[in-house]
């Protein structure tokens, strides 16, 4: 299951942080790559330690904290600091898995991951090419998202990013660990809090069965949740 969640950054704040990104030093993205990902990889990153990379990943990090369709989707417990790639000239990512077990280097914050995240950071128009391609259960499914917007997807399905052939793709890309470890459990809490949501406008948030819903849904997390 893939979530967009619309203009996680405005255009504003897309600027901020392509002013603080732009400026910083790019590296062979291999850093961060495992073996197999090493052999398929090629693109620029910014190093984890860079001092840009940190202040636009702490910029990525409120504006996730702000957002209810993230946290309500990817019920996060631990988010890997963001990272940000850039692809040009006919720079890819091959078919792959996300390593299982990041660990940050210097701090040793390990985090399982569960979700993975892109947050696109180039108008479409601008560049050919870079679809993020994720193979779902229902099938392959390419994303391509104007700057600000992101899209959460699980960190077990096989994905590359298309080659770039025109212009030059810039993203934040980074993973969480989930409270709920589950897809599917996760998934369902997800429908089940937003027919909740929706039910309250219509009936009102005291409304009875909504507050026995809203029970239902915090039993359920409570059972599956660590916390
Ligand atoms: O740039 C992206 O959208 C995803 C990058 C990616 O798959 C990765 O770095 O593991
Ligand atoms: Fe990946």
């Not at 019920?75 to 077990?101: C, E, I, M, R, W």
């Not at 180039?122 to 899209?151: C, I």
């Not at 027919?195 to 909504?210: K, M, N, P, R, T």
């Amino acid at each position: 299951m893939l979530t967009v969640i619309p203009e996680l950054l405005d255009a504003d704040t897309v600027r901020r942080v392509r002013d603080l990104i732009d400026a910083a030093q790019w590296v062979d993205g291999n850093v961060t790559s495992g073996h197999q990902s090493a052999l398929a990889k090629r693109n620029l990153q910014l190093p984890e330690d860079c001092a840009e990379a940190k202040q636009a990943g702490q910029i990525v990090l409120d504006a996730l904290g702000r957002s209810p369709l993230f946290i309500a989707a990817a019920l996060p417990l631990k988010v890997f600091p963001p990272l940000f790639n850039s692809y040009a000239g006919g720079q890819a990512f091959g078919t792959h898995v996300d390593n299982a077990v990041r660990i940050q280097a210097g701090t040793g914050f390990r985090v399982r991951s569960d979700l993975s995240i892109t947050v696109f950071l180039e108008e479409p128009e601008s560049y050919d090419g870079g679809e993020l391609t994720v193979e779902t259960n229902f099938g392959v499914q390419r994303v391509k998202l104007a700057a600000g917007h992101a899209v959460l997807y699980p960190s077990s399905s096989l994905h590359r990013v298309e080659p770039v052939t025109r212009g030059r793709r810039v993203a934040s890309f980074f993973w969480l660990q989930s409270m709920v470890r589950d897809d599917a459990a996760r998934q369902m809490l997800f429908d089940l809090d937003s027919s909740i949501q929706a039910l309250a406008e219509e009936l009102g948030h005291d409304h009875a069965q909504v507050i026995r819903l809203t029970g239902v849904y915090h039993n359920l997390l409570r059972r599956w949740a660590d916390a």
